[in-house]
């Protein structure tokens, strides 16, 4: 029951993935750049999922398509809080790893910024 399922996951990421490709054909020279941007990430981040372990993909899922809390996640999975959040935490490095994304703190740029003493002309 379990293979049929990732096989039938599998599936349905490479059909996403290919129906991502078929759409980037456009009038609209800006369009289609968007649109080929879009079907390289789209296909990029179906292969990362694919390849994520099981357990922290269908938590990163219940999240993201969900919309589901933690809480909910941790009662729909019958697991403790702090596992959901170990697991999207796995998840989320995962997908930066792979999609070679970078973290960008945006509250330490804020307070540089903020803090940075003003300049005499």
């Known amino acids: 029951m379990l293979r049929r399922h990732h096989r039938a996951e599998s ?26 941007d ?3 990430a789209t296909a990029g981040i179906a292969r990362s999922l694919k390849a994520m372990a099981a ?18 996640i941790a009662l729909a999975m019958d697991v403790p809080v702090g596992t959901v959040r170990s697991r999207l935490n796995r998840a989320r490095r995962t ?3 792979r999609l070679n ?8 740029n804020d307070h540089e910024r903020f803090t940075a003493a003003p300049r005499n002309a």
């Open 11 to 36: 599936k349905i990421l490479r059909t996403a993935g290919k129906a991502a490709l078929r759409e980037a054909v456009a009038d609209d020279s800006d369009r289609i750049a968007a649109q080929v």
């Open 38 to 40: 879009a079907v390289v």
């Open 55 to 72: 357990i922290d993909r269908e938590t990163l899922l219940l999240y993201a398509w969900a919309d589901l809390t933690y809480e909910g």
């Open 95 to 97: 997908l930066r790893t």
């Open 101 to 108: 994304l970078e973290i960008i703190d945006e509250t330490e």
